[in-house]
């Protein structure tokens, strides 16, 4: 179908057309892919008339390019110019690897073989640099002898790879290769750049476990309230809650809320500050979500989503009583609010503002 503009003699070309001025790039674009390319060669143990399933191709190519982009990764947070980068933008490293995607550039069918190389001839970016292709060249070629080409049996080799990269790199980078090599296949590999072809052994129990060792999850550290009761060895004047110190546990209780006692000594509202002869004890609860503070001899009782938003409250509350009560003369007071003003000038030891 041709589209021309109304008087304007020039025309575009047509779907047939297209193809034909687009196929020899991609030709020449395939043709330089290949040369660089991992080609797989997949021949299952018990499948009719050995043809791969579609099951196992995806397996082994979804276990293949987790392991390539982990090493991506891992390469890329060990160049110093990559990671500062990465640091500023951490969307930089993903925009990253998915330009480090495997493509598939030749395909045979049967028992499969399949040609797998990321664009090492183009930049997506223009902002890259000509040295990002280089380092990706490197780092494919890096990747096909250290890992996939890797010579399992040798120890030199294992041992230059742990090495190399930590347990935790390990783990990512080589514990999808050996799924792949433990396969009910067998699998045979060309490297298009050295023209070696490879059939690819799994390492025995002991140097699977030297590269890819169990990772223990670190349980991760939490903060817990608790309500305790010890002996301590004291010198009578301070209390120190120290190992050291403590002689005997009697009992331990973790509590599920922040509902610790709350015995203020001091008070702070703004800048208002109000210290007390006594500790004020004040009665501490947790109740559908929310937690109340209540002192019955100056009937206070506040409520709020958090500990630390309800003795704000309670703060707040207690400054009003004595900006209201103590301040007030008896004469303007009702008989209940004078017992309260009695109180509060027995508990208050000393007022300030800052």
């Not at 779907?15 to 080609?39: G, V, W």
């Not at 208002?272 to 004020?280: A, D």
Request: charged share 30%; aromatic share 12%.
């Amino acid at each position: 179908m041709r589209v021309r503009r109304r008087n304007d003699k020039r025309c575009f070309l047509n779907y047939e057309e297209d193809i034909f001025i687009l196929e020899p790039r991609m030709k020449n674009l395939l043709k330089q892919l290949r040369e660089h390319a991992l080609t797989i060669h997949i021949v299952p143990e018990d499948a009719l008339e050995k043809i791969t399933s579609l099951e196992m191709m995806i397996t082994v190519f979804r276990d293949l390019r987790e392991s390539f982009l982990h090493f991506v990764e891992v390469e890329y947070l060990r160049n110093e110019a990559y990671r500062k980068a990465s640091e500023r933008n951490p969307k930089i490293l993903e925009d990253f690897k998915q330009g480090f995607e495997l493509y598939i550039v030749d395909m045979k069918f049967g028992s499969l073989e399949a040609s797998l190389a990321p664009n090492l001839v183009e930049l997506d970016n223009p902002l890259f640099r000509d040295e990002i292709l280089d380092w990706k060249k490197e780092k494919f070629t890096q990747y096909k002898h250290d890992v996939f080409f890797g010579n399992y049996q040798e120890n030199a080799f294992v041992q230059s790879i742990m090495e190399k990269y930590t347990p935790e790199e390990r783990n990512k980078i080589y514990k999808p290769i050996f799924k792949i090599l433990s396969g009910k296949y067998k699998i045979d590999a060309f490297d298009a750049t050295t023209h070696k072809r490879n059939v690819l052994v799994p390492p025995d129990e002991l140097r699977r476990l030297q590269l890819v060792p169990p990772i223990t999850q670190q349980p991760k550290k939490i903060e817990k309230n608790v309500i305790g009761y010890f002996k301590l060895l004291t010198d009578g004047t301070t209390i120190e809650l120290k190992k050291s110190r403590i002689k005997e546990v009697y009992d331990v209780e973790v509590l599920e809320h922040d509902t610790y006692p709350f015995k203020p000594d001091t008070l702070h509202f703004g800048n208002q500050t109000y210290v007390l002869n006594n500790k004020l004890v004040c009665e501490v609860g947790y109740e559908d979500g929310m937690y109340f503070i209540t002192s019955g001899d100056f009937e206070i009782s506040v409520w709020g989503t958090t500990r630390e938003g309800v003795e704000e409250a309670f703060a707040f509350t207690f400054s009003s009583l004595y900006q209201n009560y103590c301040c007030e003369d008896d004469v303007n007071l009702s008989p209940k609010a004078k017992v309260i003003k009695q109180k509060l000038s027995e508990l208050i030891k000393s007022y300030y503002e800052s």
